[in-house]
């Protein structure tokens, strides 16, 4: 197996909902409790979360998981410095990592298969950028070659990463994630959940 670092991106303050929406209930545990489980149970590298609003909360919610933790006090910054903190932390607990998996903390439907399928996508194209194809559009979780490691401890602003796709498009094969486009924004999209 391709030596691959999950780097799951909780940092923000949800303002949108107006509560952490990385410990709304979803089954019996929390949102983010769902994803991280679903990362490791991937079975790849190190697997990352990066906090910053609610640091101390996240970390206390998540303590019985193997999860590792990178804080971010750049968080207002947005994305692109909680990318950066990630890749920082997934490198220093495995030097030798061939890719990093980049997700986000509020997609019900992320699974252990989607994370897989990533993977085998990446060994099978030979290509270096694999996003996920939901409602025609690309995204998260994306898979980077650590081609791209240099130019993603770079990124900078509320970008994140997505321009690397429309930088290098002949280096993209993206994976078909059914349901990814649904995450949670809002109180609506929140009560919309049915885990």
């Not at 804080?71 to 910054?77: E, F, G, K």
């Not at 990093?100 to 194209?125: H, K, M, T, W």
């Not at 280096?171 to 049915?194: M, N």
Request: with cysteine; charged share 25%; glycine share 8%.
């Amino acid at each position: 197996m391709v030596k691959t670092g999950i780097i799951i991106l909780a940092a923000g303050d949800s303002s949108r909902i107006g509560r952490p929406k990385q410990l709304l209930p979803y089954g019996d545990k929390t949102l983010l409790w769902h994803v991280a489980v679903e990362a490791l149970g991937a079975f790849l590298g190190p697997v990352v979360v990066v906090t910053g609003a609610y640091h101390k909360e996240i970390e206390d919610s998540l303590r019985e998981q193997s999860v590792e933790f990178a804080y971010n006090p750049d968080w207002q910054t947005g994305m692109a410095s909680s990318i950066v903190r990630g890749l920082l932390k997934a490198l220093q607990s495995e030097p030798n990592l061939r890719a990093v998996i980049v997700a986000v903390c509020d997609q019900p439907n992320l699974s252990a298969g989607v994370f897989r399928s990533l993977i085998e996508n990446y060994s099978v194209s030979g290509k270096g950028l694999i996003p996920c194809r939901y409602a025609e559009a690309m995204g998260t979780p994306v898979l980077f070659d650590k081609k791209y490691f240099s130019e993603l401890s770079e990124l900078t602003g509320e970008t994140g990463a997505k321009q690397l796709l429309k930088r290098y498009p002949n280096d993209v094969s993206a994976v078909a994630f059914p349901g990814g486009e649904i995450d949670v924004d809002t109180e609506e999209d929140f009560r919309k959940l049915r885990p």
